[in-house]
């Protein structure tokens, strides 16, 4: 059976909105894999008698509290101080989580103070989890109803300490974890995926199926997680269902991204790929080279914003840009056939249009983009027209292009 | 005096980690500079159970509860319903909410369902909110020792809601609201700025000055609010202070951009810009390009990652790729000018290094990077060594190149 879970943040600077708390969605998204629910999640400041108050309030709910923050050295940390009093026993010093900080200290070179004794530092009971990833260990102690699992809240840390010791914990006390699948889009609405899915999740043989999306922008994930036995074989045959309900439109099965799928199709196939962008402004070639390894498969990307700039470095007729205008079908074929040629590439994207928000024409309106791909069998082009704001037509049109490569590299 | 507020979010989405709640960080940034603390942040999933014990918590320990999402027209949107239920009232139709939500189905050419008059239903004696950005209005009822402010949680329409109904309200309880002033640095660690922001803060003049740190990697935002008499002149004399001790590390002061910066004020001055980039593979081109209307000042930019392609398009001679190394004080020398000569432009970026994980050497390692700035009175040189991974290293050598063009347009 699942247990209640709830999640406790500590930390002014979560507070005051100097920090968004992404590690409790993380968590949450993490946990739903494995089929566990959060009931709640609290977030207090740096205050005794708050945190006091929550640690009483969700261990007399939940049956597991994960807490994150509030285990550094400073005076503002409270955490262990709060769970010792609440459990009424006092703090003790943990001789083997001192001696992991200083070797820490001293691998860094640097001295340690005081205060960073002061972390060692663990409700008597409690038992430690050590923390590869920082100083703080975290630890988890009998609280209420509860377990009480504090974590420190440094974003590495905290995933670090639940993968290794918090999430395989729960894994095994809830028994055979469900068979989860996921599956990307792109290209379709947020509604009329739920109304494609419908028929799949409304099966009664789906009953105890759990369906969930997540809209990525320009992306949505679509996931399903299966229980019990013969669980990896059911969530299969949903799985062949929805390929045949999104066809093209899934770009990815599992967490890799969109650039990294083109990028490993064209290493496996030795091609390699030249990008002439306009209004996406260096986004396509930006997000091929975020991939670790994209010199391997790319070599060139021009950001041919000005006119000139067109005619001059990927030879584009003036006379063409005069007549069809810089946002054409044939201005973005000669932009894909321009990058391929000038680079000496298997592939050329060209990408040319009107983001907005100045720029539109009642013939040409902002979101009109056209989209060309040159390779070897030849010259591609669709006309485009995106909804949404500058950020958004130029987003759009930057995976759609790159979706347009990982379609030909079938 | 500042009041207690608490923060109550509900929506299973939120729960399961299909949506981080930014809405929340937001609206705390936004008290912060009117003063208002936020004491607690709750979020509970859609269960009326649930929802209603936050409410009964809540709305005993605070004074004003911003509360955001479920009054959609779903059987899942309980927050109408709820409140009504611990107001001990019933629910009642609004007949102005109602006409209003017709008229935008009209307005859209949407057929409007039964569902959606669900959404003009409010507990008596709940003030509307309208909407204007969206279909569901807000209300603001009495509950416990509080106020209760419901509001949909959809991004555009809390926020919105906020700015026009919330927050002027807040300040209007609270008087005379505080002299904020904020300032943008790049090139300081927060732990340093933090170290030479102490003397300003330490000083007795300020005590009653209440300071921020926001880390929006690779930027450092300080923040300060000064209450009472006199606060803007108080505000303007620490900033001063301020910009002694960080000088040039200032970029920005205010909400505009680094790239929005560099943008206006080649503008003002009619110049011209052109970008090659290897390791930030079109990361600056794209910044420079996200800001609206930077065709009037942008040409080119040139992803030169093949050294072929540093050949054909820049003239970067094959001899320098070979004596000096893509990633060398020359070849950016040379990236810089061949943009600023290929495009006729006034400014030229170059940017070339090592963004990892592999291609480091002892002599060239992971972070090294090399920028120059072409520009009307010569090429200026920096070697750089940043740390941390390859997004890292991008990010922060874009900003790097930027930055120093906003200091040559000073």
Redesign the interface.
Known sequence: MSPVVEILSTGDE?????????N?????????DLGV?????????DDRA?LLA?LA?TTARAEVVVMSGGLGPTEDDLTAECVAAAMGVPLELHAPTLEAIRERFQRFGRTMTPNNEKQARIPRGATVIPNRFGTAPGFRAPLGRAEVICLPGVPVEFRGLCEEAVLPRLAARIGEPPAARLVKLFGVAESHADDRMRPVMDDPENRDVRF????HWPEIHVKWAVPGAGAAGRADRILARVRGLFGDAIFGEGREELAELVVGRLRERGQRL??A?SC???????M???V????AV?????????N??KT??LGVPEAVLASQGAVSEAVARLLAEGARA???TDWGIGITGIA????GTPEKPVGTVHLALAGPGGTDHWARKYFGD??RV?RTGAYDALNRLRLALR
């Open positions: 979560l507070l005051t909105g100097q920090i968004v708390d992404t409790s969605a993380w968590l949450m998204d993490r946990l739903w629910g959060v009931r709640r999640k609290t977030l207090v400041g708050d929550a309030e969930g999306y997540r809209a030249a990008v962008e996406t402004g260096g986004m396509v070639a930006q091929i080279t975020a670790p390894g994209a010199s790319f070599d060139l990307g021009v950001v041919a914003y000005a000139a700039a001059a470095l000038r680079a000496g907005g928000p100045d720029g500058r950020d130029r």
